[in-house]
């Protein structure tokens, strides 16, 4: 096994660059070492493989090189060195204050609580939505290049804290079509037939991973660790939970591997879930189980998140996340009373809608995804009552009715107070309010 000295000089192959070797960062793990290295000013990583088919990783750095570029969120190999008989590559370093761990999304964040102490807290749900978005879609690429990164896991995410971008590492588990799998994954993060033996990894592990990774951030458990884990066994319990006999924990029809009532966070969270999360959760860990093609893809998880992000409010106490078509009155977390903003929605008009906050100006892209967009209403305070109402601000006109049979036409420059059971016509559009405690 070839090992780097620190201050030692090693160039690419091609002569471009020489590198000088700063530190060793991460020893043993897979099949090789990584160093953290220089060249001038510029700080790169440098993996250096410690065996295996030379002709083979070349092929494969090769692939990473071409289907790297393709997403930001890959790290992929910049430049091949050689060292004796090691080969290995040069990539982005991918360190410093401004990157944290994927753990986050799942573990939270110590913070500063004063006085020495620390406390644990959950990163918000916006920007946890906001990174698992955007690991979905570096796993989209891939997936809809039939390329499977077999190991996604957080372990491999770095989370990028000013734009919560995120950098997958460990690319060059990657593999294409059918060829030979290079790893088998881990723990938790493969399906039951390849911790079995009995399946190679395919990009089914990659959609696998996603949802086990969606689930564990949003919802706080695995979704196959209930109370089986607790369980007197005489096998080995990840085994027997993960591979041999793994039961979804919210499984419609099992009700083997419920959560442990200790774990009340978890089934209180999925409660308020919508159903479009909790139906597809379902198809991935009960249809999809032992099935891949079953499970929810990457492009529908990130229409799924984008929809959740749409669907949600957050308690003003707490911070805690709840939904628009919850039915709950008060917050799971703190108790206070629930009071959703006011959303616009338009039936049929397959987009979310809007919420109602002073000076928001609406246009018809938000409520029925008119690609035409054009200007229809502004979120305004009545002089006369100090109430919200809806500035009419296009050209068109708006027809309100009341359950009480009460109709009356709105035009440019009126303010249509709100009412919780108004029905507006806009044209062929049929606008409703949801949610919402009118002050
Ligand atoms: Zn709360």
Excluded at 32 to 50: E, P, R, W
Excluded at 319 to 328: D, N
Excluded at 429 to 435: A, D, E, Q, R
């Amino acid at each position: 096994m070839v090992r780097l000295k620190i201050n030692q000089k090693i160039s690419s192959e091609d002569g471009a660059r020489e590198f000088t070797v700063d530190s060793l960062i991460h020893t043993g793990s897979g099949q090789g070492d990584i160093y953290k290295v220089h060249s001038g000013k510029d700080i790169y990583a440098l993996k250096l493989f410690h065996t295996g088919d030379q002709k083979r990783i070349r092929r494969q750095i090769d692939i990473l090189r071409k289907r790297g570029r393709a997403s930001a969120a890959f790290v992929h190999p910049l430049y091949v060195v050689k060292e004796g008989d090691a080969i290995g590559y040069v990539m982005e370093y991918v360190g410093g204050e401004h990157y944290a761990d994927g753990f986050i999304l799942f573990n939270g964040e110590e913070v500063d609580a004063g006085g020495g102490n620390t406390v644990r807290v959950e990163i918000p749900f916006a920007q946890k939505i906001a990174v698992l978005y955007n690991i979905a879609e570096a796993v989209k690429i891939l997936y809809e290049a039939d390329i499977a990164l077999s190991d996604l896991k957080f372990e491999n995410i770095k989370i990028n804290r000013n734009d919560f971008s995120v950098k997958i590492l460990d690319t060059d588990t990657a593999i294409g079509g059918k060829s030979k799998p290079i790893v088998s994954g881990t723990i938790g993060f493969m399906p039951p037939l390849t911790m079995r033996g009995e399946e190679a990894p395919c990009i089914y592990n990659d959609s696998y991973a996603l949802a086990v990774m969606i689930f564990m951030s949003l919802i706080g458990g695995h979704p196959l660790r209930g109370k089986r884990y607790e369980e007197p066994c005489t096998t080995n319990i990840d085994t027997y939970v993960f591979a041999t006999n793994p039961v979804y924990i919210f499984n419609r029809k099992d009700n083997s591997n419920r959560p442990l009532p200790s774990d009340v966070r978890i089934i209180e969270r999925m409660k308020k879930y919508p159903k479009y999360f909790t139906d597809a959760m379902h198809e991935t860990f009960v249809d999809g189980l032992f099935d891949g093609k079953k499970r929810v893809e990457p492009r529908a998880w990130q229409e799924i998140l984008e929809r959740l992000y749409d669907d949600h409010y957050l308690c003003m106490h707490c911070g805690e996340e709840h939904f628009f078509e919850g039915t709950a009155k008060n917050c799971n977390v703190c108790g206070a009373a629930l009071a959703p903003p006011i959303k616009l929605v338009c039936e049929k008009g397959g987009v979310a809608g809007v919420h109602l906050f002073n000076g928001t100006e609406i246009f018809s892209g938000d409520l029925w995804g008119d690609p035409n967009n054009y200007p229809l209403f502004k979120v305004t305070v009545s002089p006369y009552d100090k109430k919200y109402g809806l500035q009419c601000v296009g050209g068109q006109t708006v027809n309100l009715e009341l359950k009480n049979g009460f109709k009356k036409e709105f035009a440019r420059g009126d303010i249509i107070p709100i009412f919780m059971d108004a029905v507006l016509k806009v044209g062929k559009y049929t606008l409703k309010f949801i949610g919402g405690i009118i002050k």
